[in-house]
């Protein structure tokens, strides 16, 4: 049997295992979240003991559920990976190392960061790619606050129009102007509207690949078979 997924927060699983496993199968897979508003109030702070407790928090509940390994969709939070790692009751798969291992093999070797203010301006990436031999551009500070702006008050709220998708194409622009061959979609809301059809460079969906990274570990198969 494929093991259990918990996920620290999904269709995007749902959707993928199809290809694995047939119509309409996948893993079992359960999902703990607390309220946003918990994790916004401590990551405003720059509290990452308190991001680590409510992973851990939330770890602990999809322990309890039989999760067999953890991932979390969302990037800004691991920036307190290393305070959870030791400390969680399961392993977990990290996003930002399977975004590496994806670029890696498609043979990127400058990636442009987009994401929160709050991701952008941690070292989730830049730590997980220099590891891979990677290098790495931050978008400037007024287009990461603009960023988080646009993430926050708007995707997050269902909000989408043209001009947003605009402003990120010509952020990355500005990424592809300093070297780079593809950017990191950073943020769960991001390939919404982004993609590589109106993306100046070619897109690294982080969270369709950790899920299908999530799939590959659960049934135990490589990720690029053959």
């Known amino acids: 049997m494929p093991l259990h997924i918990g996920i620290v927060g999904c269709r995007t699983i749902c959707a993928e295992g199809a290809a694995l496993l047939g119509e309409h199968r996948h893993p079992e897979v359960s999902m703990h979240t607390p309220s946003l508003h918990r994790y916004v109030e401590v990551l405003d702070a720059g509290d990452l003991q308190g991001v680590a407790s409510l992973m851990l928090e939330s770890a602990a ?14 990037n800004t939070i ?9 400390r969680s009751p399961l392993p977990w798969l990290h996003i930002a190392d399977v975004v590496a ?17 709050w991701l952008v301006e941690s070292d989730v990436y830049p ?19 603009a960023m988080g702006r646009l993430i926050m008050e708007e995707l997050v709220c269902g909000i989408q129009t043209p001009g947003q998708v605009a402003y990120l194409a010509g952020v990355i622009e500005g990424l592809k102007a300093q070297g780079c061959d593809a950017v990191v979609l950073g943020c769960t809301e991001l390939p919404l509207i982004l993609h590589d059809g109106n993306s100046p460079l070619p897109t690294l969906d982080s969270t369709r690949l950790l899920a299908r990274a999530a799939l590959h570990r659960a049934i135990a198969t490589p990720l690029h078979d053959g």
């Not at 509940?61 to 969302?74: E, S, T, V, W, Y």
């Open 127 to 145: 730590r997980q790619l220099a590891a891979h031999g990677l290098e790495w551009v931050r978008p400037q500070p007024f287009e990461r606050d």
């Open 78 to 86: 691991h920036q307190a990976w290393h305070l959870v790692q030791e």
């Open 61 to 74: 509940k999809l322990a309890r559920a039989g999760a067999d390994f953890l991932i979390c969709p969302d």
């Open 101 to 117: 291992q994806e670029a890696v093999r498609r043979g990127f070797r400058r990636l442009g960061i987009t994401g929160t203010h």
